[in-house]
């Protein structure tokens, strides 16, 4: 780590609350101390009846964090693999979603890009659901739990991760036609660079438009005790072109497309390992291309009536070329498909606000098609044998009422129905190891669901609430069962949520806010066709949030706790009924103590997060083996002048794992990543 650049990054950062000053001093004549704040560095939702936590741009932008995952896992019950680089890393939500060591996803959570639905494939050591640059995001909304995803998917069991690209009103303030925003970052571990530009262009009041320009390189990192992290280097590029022309007060036309790519060179082919795996060495090629066109009527005189039309299209490629094949033609066959994922879609939806009787309600209802094309080309002309070719088409009907019964009670019913047809074709007639494939060609196979849930939020007073979900889910089977005796066998699985919430002003002084809430769920998923071995799961736990906000500090805290077990078992299971499963994440509490400064320009603040030794698993080692407990220290500042020479300007810097702590989280197969000083300075012109 080039100890002359620390020395530069820290003196700089050191000097920034004195530069406050002088600004402030020269501007007002004293120095004017702190004011009362607002909020904390993350609110708690209490007004949903969801476990639902959102991440805004300013929480983004503070935390500098190299992944979209190392955002995700400061939720509770949210685990982080691998994620200290785009590809091989992935997030669980409840133990369910991205898989440790082999494959990529079980389907189980729904990833939606600007409402446009992430593939969940399960590419043998190359899976991943969130190869996406942070940097181009404004919002990501996380829902642990089934409640909010029937909008995308039958088989959300786990829950869902919406993300919300930047949009050009964000950087034109009042009478602005153009603005242009430039960020440079630096990190000491893995010595990585960032440099963004964002253009923001609104020639006349009705239309504007957004450019994004974005590269990341991060050399190898090093874990807290000096050791190489292997595959943890990359290089990323991504670009956003968004804009939106409104032809009257009732009808608007949004358009965006979105690109982000991670080439990498002689890396090994196992994207999980945290060690050389024998598996050879290949050139991956990462890319997602994210695209809609959506147009909005909204009469203003017509509450029944708000009709959006969309065209989406998404494509995820992982394109493999062999370097080094240990495995002869099996290998070379493994090594080098080109992995492409094509998804269309069209989507018509309304939203209704109409009354009956004393109830007030929020009627959404949708229709989507879907076109699903997924390939795994080789040289020799057939779909690699680990990941199976075909088509699959969906068509899907879903209503959403939110229903306002009196000022207390608010009731949301929730269904979907969705019908599929899965096609096989251009794959080989066996698997690499011989065995034949069953119907993997030119055959179709159909399966539909009705899904739904009920939510209920009651509030008691204006601070207490009560609220409760049951959802029934179904992840009907995806194109990963192709070949086998699981393509007409949907997953299923019940959950129930119930907790309380609480949401005062005043509480223990003027001018003070506390927020918190307290969710117990509990999911039983059967007929299981994702793990080998397992027929039926049983998943409890408990997930707290706390934020409280005081005129001259801020306090947030969360804590997550799930536990798995294995009820039923499939025809020769290496596992037993009441077997721990063994993929929920390690018990996990996290304390953030910050402080504005200087009319809230500056901002400061300690983290601590705490994740308990995991020993509940079937697994002696790998990324499932049991993990030792550890406590990491986070420190940050951020700068936004807004007055003086370095008004428009904004300054970051953090220092991640300040102890330099030596740890593996439960469900990675690497360690974390050690020290980390980390850099920022952004202009708006």
């Known amino acids: 780590m080039h100890k ?3 020395a530069a990054l820290l003196a700089s950062v050191s000097a920034l609350p004195v530069m406050a000053q002088e600004n402030l001093s020269a501007a007002d004549g004293e120095f004017i101390g702190t004011v009362t704040l607002g909020e904390s560095r993350r609110g708690v939702q209490t007004d949903v009846a969801a476990s639902e936590t959102i991440i805004t741009q300013d929480e983004i932008e503070d935390r500098q964090p190299g992944t979209v995952a190392e955002l995700l896992d400061t939720i509770p019950n949210v685990n982080l693999l691998n994620g200290s680089t785009p590809q091989g890393a992935g997030i669980s939500i409840r133990g369910l979603g991205n898989q440790a060591g082999t494959y990529g996803t079980d389907g189980k959570i729904a990833v939606v890009v600007d409402g446009v639905a992430s593939g969940a494939e399960e590419i043998y050591r190359n899976g991943g659901s969130l190869a996406l640059e942070p940097e181009l995001y404004r919002k990501i909304r996380v829902t642990r739990g089934p409640s909010n995803g029937f909008r995308y998917s039958s088989g959300a069991i786990g829950g869902s991760i919406e993300l919300e690209t930047k949009n050009a009103s964000d950087f034109l303030e009042e009478g602005d036609t153009f603005a242009f925003r430039g960020k440079a970052g630096y990190e000491s571990n893995g010595d990585g660079n960032l440099f963004t530009g964002i253009l923001a262009f609104r020639p006349v009041e009705n239309f504007e438009l957004l ?11 090093e874990d807290g005790g000096n050791n190489t992290l292997n595959n943890t280097d990359f290089s990323q590029r991504s670009h956003l072109i968004k804009g939106s022309y409104r032809f009257s007060d009732d009808l608007k036309l949004t358009f965006a497309h979105s690109h982000n790519e991670v080439p990498q060179f002689d890396t090994d082919y196992n994207a999980f390992s945290g060690v050389p795996s024998g598996f050879g060495t290949v050139d991956r090629y990462t890319e997602d291309q994210t695209s809609y066109v959506e147009l909005a009527y909204d009469p203003v005189d017509n509450d029944l009536v708000n009709l959006t039309f969309r065209l989406q299209r998404k494509n995820e490629e992982i394109e493999l070329t062999p370097r080094d094949n240990p495995f002869g033609p099996l290998g070379f066959t493994l090594l080098e498909a080109n992995h492409l994922t ?5 989507r018509i939806d309304n939203l209704a606000r109409f009354s009956l009787g004393s109830t007030n309600h929020n009627l959404t209802t949708g229709v989507e098609y879907s076109k699903r094309d997924r390939t795994s080309a080789t040289d020799g002309g057939l779909n690699d044998s680990s990941s199976l070719g075909g088509t699959d088409k969906s068509i899907a009907v879903y209503i959403v009422d939110e229903i306002e019964v009196n000022n207390s009670l608010t009731v949301t019913p929730q269904l979907r129905y969705e019908t599929q047809t899965l096609e096989g074709k251009n794959n080989p007639v066996a698997s690499a190891f011989g065995a034949p494939y069953v119907d993997a060609n030119d055959v179709e196979f159909d399966k539909s ?4 849930a009920l939510s209920v939020k009651y509030d008691f007073t204006d601070s207490w609430a009560a609220f409760g979900t049951w959802a029934y889910n179904e992840n009907l089977p995806p194109l990963d069962d192709l070949g086998t005796s699981f393509i007409t066998q949907s997953e299923r699985a019940e959950t129930v949520e119930v907790g309380v919430s609480y949401d005062g002003l005043d509480v223990f002084t003027s001018n003070d806010t506390l927020k918190g809430k307290l ?11 994702t793990y080998s071995g397992i027929d039926s799961i049983d998943l409890d736990g408990l997930e707290l949030e706390l934020s409280y906000a005081h005129p001259d500090f801020y306090v947030d805290f969360n804590a997550g706790r799930t536990r798995g077990e294995i009820t039923e078992i499939t025809t020769g299971s290496s596992f037993a009924k009441g077997d721990f499963f063994d993929h929920t994440p390690a018990d996990a509490v996290q304390l953030t103590l910050g402080k504005r400064f200087f009319d809230n320009q500056l901002d400061a603040n300690i983290e601590v997060s705490h994740a308990f030794s995991h020993d509940r698993t079937n697994q002696t080692s790998g990324a499932r083996g049991p993990s ?4 990491l220290v986070d420190l940050s500042m951020s700068y936004k002048p807004n007055q003086g020479v370095l008004k428009g300007t904004e300054w970051r810097a953090s220092v991640e794992n300040a102890t330099d702590r030596e740890f593996r989280r439960f469900g990675s197969s690497r360690n974390g990543t050690g020290r980390n000083f980390v850099f920022s300075i952004a202009k708006t012109f």
């Not at 994004?212 to 990192?221: K, P, V």
């Not at 969710?519 to 066709?529: E, L, M, P």
């Not at 030792?628 to 406590?631: A, D, F, I, Q, V």
Request: zero cysteines.
């Open 519 to 529: 969710t117990y769920f509990q999911t039983d998923i059967r007929n299981g066709t």
């Open 449 to 452: 669901a009705l899904t739904g």
């Open 628 to 631: 030792e407990s550890y406590t």
């Open 342 to 346: 094509e998804t269309r879609s069209l």
């Open 211 to 221: 450019g994004f320009l974005g590269r990341r390189d991060i050399d190898a990192r």
């Open 4 to 6: 002359a650049t620390l």
